[in-house]
């Protein structure tokens, strides 16, 4: 039983990395409204897509039921704003050509999970995971030291993105009841925003063509999809586990940032960029042979 939910989880994290891997290919159709209101749309369209999604499974007593949890209901109040940070990051990366500081981020992740791991799941660190993760500390000393700028996109996309995992682990909920919170959260901020804030040419809907809007709709199912994949994949899955996966988003994210849309490789991220890689190899060797060790026991 216990591997069959990991295989589960496994194709959950398969299929979440991969849409997130390609959701640029999304974002670069909205270049022509601002990060902020893309966001709010998110937030809208996700929230109207996940009530569905409970009438239809009929999940309403979960959610009842969750919102008479404090304890837990703080944590998704906690995940929704950590999150929303992350999409809102993202796509300011993504429209203004940081889609390779974006991928960096990405990198560093699973990494920066095995921190999380050790700190706050009693997980202790190998030699070689220590190895790892200095290889990769000393990518982003190295860009702020040598030639002046810290990835800021990557760190706060690496660290939000932790948290958010580690949060929704500990939160005993299902995958749909507990985005909807999430959403249910930032909904208020979102509807003050687009309709009482935003003053963008592209903030009214019924002045925008068809095709902007069927792109702004179309943010539900881009941002649903891969999120619930991967609170079903977080829940079957050892976090350092998961951080495997997530190699696959960073490296669609670079191979389409350097040949679609030829953003500059330049020397500080060849640099940060390869220190980083020889990390992830490095931590990637140690837990294959970490899991052949526990195979021959």
Known sequence: MEKDQASKGALYALGAYTLWGIAPMY??????????????????????????LLSAL????????MLRQPKYLALL?????????????FIWAVNNNHMLDASLGYYINPLFNIV???????????????VAVALAA??????????????????????????????RKKVPVDPITGLTIETLVLLPLAA????????STTSQMS???????????????????PLLMFAAAAKR????????????????????????????????????????WCSLVIYSWDGIKQKKKQALR
């Open 192 to 199: 003050i925003y687009l309709f009482g804030v935003a003053d």
């Open 237 to 276: 899955l050892k976090l350092s586990t998961l951080g495997f996966f997530q190699y696959i988003g960073p490296s669609l994210m670079f191979l389409l940032a350097v040949l679609l849309y030829d953003e500059p490789f330049t020397q500080d991220k060849v640099i940060t960029f390869a220190l980083i």
């Open 116 to 130: 999380l791991a050790m700190l706050f799941l009693g997980e202790r660190f190998r030699p070689m995971q220590w």
């Open 27 to 52: 974002f670069k159709q909205l270049t022509q409204v601002p990060a902020y209101e893309i966001l709010t749309h998110r937030v809208i369209w996700s929230f109207l897509l996940l009530l569905m």
């Open 207 to 225: 002045s925008n063509s068809l095709n902007t809007n069927l792109w702004l709709i179309s943010a539900g199912i881009v941002t649903t999809a």
């Open 58 to 65: 009929k999940f309403w007593p979960r959610v009842r039921a």
């Open 138 to 167: 000393s990518g982003v000393v190295i860009q702020l030291v040598v030639f002046g700028s810290l990835p800021w996109v990557a760190l706060v996309l690496a660290i939000s993105f932790g948290f958010y995992g580690l949060i």
């Open 77 to 89: 109040t906690l995940s929704s704003c950590i999150i929303g940070l992350n999409w809102l990051v």
